[in-house]
């Protein structure tokens, strides 16, 4: 049982600004905050390969080719830190793994939805990476070290990804009507959904007031979104791509961009299970982790060995 005296301490720890580490003690419900936090992003970054994974052998350049593959990549790799990152909080990445994909954990929403075109590819770097960016940045100031530090690296890597999606839909914009139609078509698709990836709104959200308290989060998912659409309306006009929001007026008094009703009934739809893609995002998943079962076995079997003979030398 977490006391008061801990409790007040570990409060006073984060109002002063200071990065918790894993040996530190912690409340439990933190940890457990952080797990299912840490976890849904790792699996996100995962799971988030295959929509532009889809595309490496479809690309419409070597050039354009070489930048999706090391894109692909480096969300393996976000992936990769994030699983670490979590274990540091005593979970076996195992555990997190197999309750992703035989059980309840989620990842992140906009990853259920399909790629149509090579333009979805531009728009994922430059609206999803574009948002990821938004979101991560205010992570990297977590008030959990290897969290923060984690996001720090990713956000490096998601800039690249955003800039090299924009200059590509620029072009695509800039390019026959097929192609400004392409790009117009993509970005119709993605931008509700890309507003959902922030979460629901401050009212309907259970953990952000804890989160908030804690320092895990430092801005709330309505602040994120809203910052998020205000440097996007710009970024969209400089190209000539049109936002598909008949709503969206810029606020004199507020200094925002006031925008329409996200429709949510659609959002907790794909986060139930249900969206366009979910089936088959979780039936790939599932095939990789099974297929792969050998040389999880093999690796295991080889650091046995290692250790019995070190044992036997010493
Ligand atoms: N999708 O109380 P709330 C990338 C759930 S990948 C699904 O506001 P919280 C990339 C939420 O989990 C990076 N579920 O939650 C990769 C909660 O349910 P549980 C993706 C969502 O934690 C490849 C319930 O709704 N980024 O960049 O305060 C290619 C109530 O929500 C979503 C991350 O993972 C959603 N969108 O805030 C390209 C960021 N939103 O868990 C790019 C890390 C909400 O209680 N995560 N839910 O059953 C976060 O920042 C926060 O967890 C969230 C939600 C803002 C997502």
């Not at 960016?133 to 923060?148: D, R």
């Not at 999606?165 to 139609?181: I, R």
């Not at 929001?245 to 200094?255: A, C, I, R, S």
């Amino acid at each position: 049982m977490d006391t008061q005296e801990q409790l007040d301490d570990f409060q006073k720890r984060i109002d002063a600004g200071e990065k918790i580490e894993p040996k530190d003690w912690m409340p439990e419900r933190y940890r457990q905050q952080l797990i299912r936090m840490m976890s849904q992003h790792a699996h996100s970054e995962i799971v988030g390969m295959l929509p532009e994974g889809n595309w490496i052998t479809r690309a419409p350049s070597l050039k354009r080719k070489m930048v999706l593959l090391a894109k692909v990549q480096d969300e393996a790799g976000h992936g990769l830190y994030l699983y670490s990152a979590t274990e540091t909080l005593g979970v076996r990445r195992q555990k997190l793994v197999e309750d992703y994909l035989y059980g309840k954990a989620k990842y992140s929403s906009i990853f259920n939805y399909p790629t149509l075109t090579y333009a979805d590819i531009c728009v994922i770097g430059w609206l999803v990476d574009g948002a990821a960016i938004v979101n991560q940045t205010m992570l990297a100031k977590s008030s959990y070290g290897p969290y923060s530090r984690a996001n720090l690296r990713i956000c490096k890597e998601e800039s690249f990804h955003k800039k090299q999606g924009y200059e590509m839909l620029a072009k695509m914009a800039d390019g026959t009507p097929e192609q400004k139609k392409m790009a117009q078509d993509a970005v119709n698709r993605w931008w509700w959904p890309t507003l959902m990836m922030f979460g629901p709104h401050d009212t309907d959200s259970p953990n952000s007031a804890e989160l908030i308290k804690w320092g895990v989060k430092t801005k709330t998912n309505d602040e994120l979104r809203r910052h998020f659409v205000d440097r996007t309306v710009m970024e969209a006009e400089a190209i000539g791509i049109t936002l598909p929001d008949p709503d969206l007026t810029y606020n004199e008094e507020t200094g925002h961009w006031d925008f329409g009703d996200i429709p949510w009934d659609e959002f907790w739809s794909v986060v139930k299970g249900d969206g366009p893609m979910n089936r088959e995002r979780m039936k790939a998943r599932r095939k990789a982790y099974e297929d792969g079962a050998w040389v999880r076995e093999a690796a295991m079997e080889h650091a046995r060995k290692k250790k019995l003979r070190e044992e036997k030398a010493s």
